[in-house]
């Protein structure tokens, strides 16, 4: 099963390889004026005192242009979109996951979850903002916000500005420092549900802040970092700004809200675990249906409900791609879930509710990376593809693996992840509906297209994001076992870990 394992990831490898090297049309032009993150720190002026002097001289000359000031209704919807992707993970997620999982390990999953939560969002704001969303090198960032330093200046009186992806638009850096918090927590808590019922809780933190530091920053970076518009006048300042890019951005590489920095990324590092700790006592011979469904469902839908703040806020503005964002994620996750029940009705002979609740996640995991770039008809076949695909990576994909991936992390969000990374490529060309890639220095969408170049461009991120993840995650597993240990005993885990773990249950007869 190791061996097969391994030459599935070195043959992603080499596919990652190729397409670094192969050439992309249109991967000069930087990226539309859409995609999930971008931050450049604008300072806000301090208020200023007009004295009779400064008139006269603004009548001598030219007066500078002022600086950017947030617009009241993109903060708003900032702060509303961060509260959303607040909610599908807690409780979202959290009730998602702990309906599916047995009656003793209920519990556990939740706590699981909101610790993992919050442990994710204190190392954002003492680092991982930082190392993410500063300047650095074309994989990592720097120590410049680190403790938030710097956003906040006492002397000038004056708070930091984040670009977006319009030229003289800007947020708070507080909101935007929020906003992508939840994304890196919600990351790590997915990655929850690929071994669950069966690790130690102590080994599950260790293992979150490797992998956090190590795993999810690095990729964040080289996707998403660049330093914004606003530099860009000409071919010169294009080449500039782009060098100082991830290097995934750097190639062209597109991903709205998370398609390879979230779900790939954590698919992968919970496939690892899986394969790592080893399948639960019992795997194979006993049942181990989900205990309530009810939970799974108010899950989904929490989960659906917030992913509207995931996509669409990833737009980082109150305007119309956040409208398109909007209406894929709606469109593309009904067709999932309809796509995956009537695959399963053809299959199995009955449609489930759990069948819907999953392909609702397929849905809204595959729109991710597509959201902004893509019209509604790309979404529309993306989500029916998600459906039945994602339908084949929970059954067919996961007995050929072989791995005990509890709640079938990799696939729904590997497999959708891969499968919407990859479709953004296709339905992002204009001859498809989609918005192609915005050129700065035009202002203006570029006329240039290429949906085989841009394809690979999108594989040598998916390959790349697979790759670096199985490093990280197998070296973090690793040294997780060896100090502290992955998995509980077995007579623990025969009895739950409500009570092995944690001394509570959630249901009380």
């Known amino acids: 099963m190791n061996k097969t394992i391994t030459t599935w990831l070195a043959g992603l490898a080499v596919l990652c390889a190729i397409g670094g090297v192969l050439p992309a049309s249109a991967q000069d032009a930087p990226k539309p004026d859409t995609t999930a993150a971008v931050v450049t720190p604008v300072e806000a002026p301090a208020t200023a005192i007009v004295t009779p002097a400064a008139v006269s001289a603004s009548v001598a000359a030219p007066a500078a242009a002022p600086a950017p000031v947030p617009h009241k209704g993109d903060t708003t919807w900032m702060f509303i979109a961060t509260v959303l992707v607040i909610l599908m993970t807690i409780p979202g997620l959290a009730l998602f996951y702990g309906g599916l999982v047995r009656t003793k390990n209920m519990l556990s999953v939740l706590m699981q979850v909101f610790v993992v939560f919050a442990l994710i969002i204190v190392l954002w704001c003492i680092y991982g903002y930082s190392v993410a969303f500063t300047p650095g090198n074309a994989v990592i960032g720097g120590f410049d916000r680190a403790l938030l330093n710097g956003i906040w200046d006492p002397a000038k009186g004056a708070f930091a500005y984040a670009a977006t992806f319009s030229k003289g638009v800007v947020i708070p850096e507080f909101i935007y420092v929020a906003f992508q918090g939840t994304f890196a927590a919600i990351t790590c808590c997915l990655i929850v549900g690929a071994f669950a019922e069966r690790i130690k ?4 933190l260790a293992f979150m802040v490797l992998w956090f530091t190590f795993g999810y920053l690095p990729v964040a970076h080289m996707v998403w970092f660049w330093t914004g518009p606003d530099a860009i006048t000409d071919a010169a300042t294009l080449a500039t700004e782009t060098a100082k890019a991830g290097w995934l951005f750097q190639k062209g590489a597109l991903d709205f809200a998370g398609g390879t920095v979230v779900h790939i990324n954590a698919a992968v590092a919970g496939l690892m675990g899986a394969i790592l700790i080893g399948k639960r006592v019992g795997y194979g011979r006993e049942a181990m ?21 995931f996509n669409a806020g990833s737009a980082l503005e109150a305007g119309d791609i956040a409208a398109l964002a909007f209406i894929n994620t709606l469109l593309a996750t009904a067709c999932a879930t309809l796509s995956w029940v009537f695959g399963e009705w053809i299959t199995k002979g009955k449609p489930s509710m759990l069948g819907a609740a ?12 597509a959201a902004g770039f893509v019209g509604p008809m790309g979404g ?5 593809l998600a459906g039945i695909i994602c339908l084949w990576g929970v059954n067919g994909l996961k007995r050929l693996i072989g791995a005990d991936d509890s709640l079938d992390v990799f696939g729904v969000h590997g497999v959708g992840g891969i499968l919407g990374a990859l479709l953004t490529g296709v339905f992002a060309a204009p001859s498809l509906g989609g918005q192609g890639i915005f050129d700065y220095v035009a202002n203006k969408a570029s006329a240039d297209y290429s949906i085989g170049g841009q394809v690979i461009t999108q594989l040598t991120a998916v390959g790349t994001t697979i790759l670096w993840s199985t490093v990280v995650s197998f070296i973090a597993y690793k040294l997780v076992d060896l100090v502290i240990g992955l998995r509980v005993p077995e007579e ?13 249950s959630a249901y009380h007869s």
């Open 201 to 204: 809780f102590a080994a599950l």
């Open 289 to 309: 249906a989900p205990h309530s469904l009810t939970m799974t469902m108010i899950g989904a839908s929490l989960l659906w409900v917030g992913w509207f703040g």
């Open 358 to 369: 999953s392909g609702a996640v397929a849905g809204l995991v595959a729109i991710t990376p």
């Open 380 to 384: 529309l076949v993306i989500g029916l």
């Open 492 to 504: 623990e885990e025969r009895e739950g870990l409500d009570i092995t773990s944690h001394g509570e």
